[in-house]
T-cell receptor, first 113, second 117 residues
Framework: EAGVVQSPRYKIIEKKQPVAFWCNPI?????LYWYLQNLGQGPELLIR????????DSQLPKDRFSAERLKGVDSTLKIQPAELGDSAVYLC???????????FGPGTRLTVL | AQKVTQAQTEISVVEKEDVTLDCVYE???????LFWYKQPPSGELVFLIR??????QNEISGRYSWNFQKSTSSFNFTITASQVVDSAVYFC??????????????FGAGTQVVVTP
């Protein structure tokens, strides 16, 4: 069974440029999560989807970050415009109906110059 | 307030030594889950173990074991006979069962384990 797929794995951009990350969850998993992981820290939840509905986006900086999961399967996280402080790893995870265990993708490492 | 505390920043051991990672959590919920994840240099978080708040039975799974004590709010994790491939950052995480928080993982800062041959 395929795991959570994320792309790209690495992205280098200049500040003020837009960037997008893509995630495809494990087949059949209806819950999808985006996490931000700063260097030397644990991941922090940005947004959680139940199917196509964003049920927890309280930690998402909505002035520059946006996310979508239009068909309730794959998802895109966007930053526009990127700032230097956005340099981090962006992790996607998914879980089944019980939401008891989350399985993570390899992450996208963003560097903003 | 931080809900998951991993006081150990880094632990270095020689291969075949045992490694115990400490985790202390804070919650008012009576129903919750505790997790350990491993993050090797490749970056992917790998699920290791899960424990719910109603089951304090400690178990062993291969070289992994855990000690869950609600009285001290601790969920410690041990790797027996460590190997070089165990070198990674290990995260303890908490998921509370209240409606708003269910499914939201709250991670500790992680403990870097370095196993040398």
């Amino acid at each position: 069974e395929a795991g959570v797929v994320q792309s790209p794995r690495y992205k280098i951009i200049e500040k003020k440029q837009p960037v997008a990350f893509w995630c495809n969850p494990i087949s059949g998993h209806n819950t999808l999560y985006w996490y931000l992981q700063n260097l030397g820290q644990g991941p922090e939840l940005l947004i959680r989807y139940e199917n196509e509905e964003a049920v927890d986006d309280s930690q998402l900086p909505k002035d520059r970050f946006s996310a979508e999961r239009l068909k309730g399967v794959d998802s895109t996280l966007k930053i526009q415009p990127a700032e230097l402080g956005d340099s981090a790893v962006y992790l996607c995870a998914s879980s089944g109906w019980s939401r008891d265990t989350q399985y993570f993708g390899p992450g996208t490492r963003l560097t903003v110059l | 307030a931080q809900k998951v505390t991993q006081a150990q920043t880094e632990i270095s051991v020689v291969e075949k030594e045992d490694v115990t990672l400490d985790c202390v959590y804070e919650t008012r919920d009576t129903t919750y889950y505790l997790f350990w994840y491993k993050q090797p240099p490749s970056g992917e978080l790998v699920f290791l173990i899960r424990r719910n708040s109603f089951d304090e039975q400690n178990e062993i799974s291969g070289r992994y074991s855990w000690n869950f004590q609600k009285s001290t709010s601790s969920f410690n994790f041990t790797i027996t006979a460590s190997q070089v491939v165990d070198s990674a950052v290990y995260f303890c995480a908490l998921s509370e069962a209240s409606t708003d928080s269910w499914g939201k993982l709250q991670f500790g800062a992680g403990t870097q384990v370095v196993v040398t041959p």
